[in-house]
C-alpha cells in the first residue's frame, strides 16, 4: 500500500465518527480510529476497504492517560505521522439538577474535556516537532449555552471550548490548526430520532434537511483541514437552515 497521510479519529462512532473516517479515507488518507469497544470498527473499515480506502481501528479508551500516551507512540511509530487528530467523543446526557449524581457528571466532565486535553496534549506532542498539523474538536450546542437538564453536559462543553481556544492560541503560531467546531443541530442518527419520539415528535414528518446529515459534518472537516493557514477558521458553527438560534 502506497504511503498516505495519516487522519486519527478519537470517538469514531457509528455516525459523525463513521462519517468523518469515509471523508477522509476518500479523499487519500489513512484513517486510524479509536473508540471504547474497538471490535465494532469491523464493518465501518471492511465499508471503507470495498470503497478503495484503507483504515484500522482501535480500542482506546480516551479519558485513560496510559492509553492516550501508549497509543500515539504506537500510531506514530508503528502506522505513520499524525496529519490530522479529530476528536469526537460524545457525552450528551440530560438530567434534571438533583439527579445529576457525582459519577455522571464526572464521567460525562471526563469524555467531554479530560479526554480531549490528553488527546489534544498527545498530539501536539508530535506535531509541535514537526511544525505541522491539525487537531479538531467537536463541539455543540451545549459549547455555547447551558440548557435545563443539561449542566454536566453544558459543563463539560464549555471546558472543551475553552481547551480549544488556548490551544489555537499556543499552537497556531506552531504551523498547528486548532479548530473547536460547533453543532448547533439534531443530527439524523436513530439516538436523535429516538429523543424525538419520547418527546412526542415523528422526525418522518420533519422537513427535510430539519435534521443535520452527518456526512455535512464531515465536509466542514474536510474543509477545516484544507484551509491555506493566512485564513484559519478556529471556530465553526454549522446548523441546519431551519434551526432556531
Sequence with gaps: MPKKPICLIIGAGDYIGAAIAKRFAMGG????????RGEMFAPLINEIETSGGSAQGFTWDARKEETATEMFAKV???????????FNVGGN????????????????????????????????KYMVERQSGSIFFTGATASMKGSSGFAAFASGKFALRGLAQSMARELGPKNIHVAHLVIDAGVNTEFVRDRQRQAGIDPDELPE?????????????????????DGWTHELDIRPFAEKW
Design 93 to 124: 446526557v440530560s438530567f434534571p439538577l438533583l439527579e445529576t449524581t457525582e459519577r455522571v457528571f464526572r464521567k460525562v466532565w471526563e469524555m467531554c474535556a479530560y479526554g480531549a486535553f490528553l488527546t489534544g496534549r498527545e498530539a501536539a
Design 209 to 229: 434537511d430539519t435534521l443535520m446529515n452527518p456526512d455535512s459534518i464531515a465536509e466542514a472537516y474536510w474543509y477545516l483541514h484544507h484551509q491555506t493557514r
Design 76 to 86: 506514530e511509530n508503528e502506522i505513520g505521522p499524525v496529519e490530522i487528530c479529530i
Design 29 to 36: 488518507f489513512h484513517v486510524v480510529m479509536g473508540r471504547r
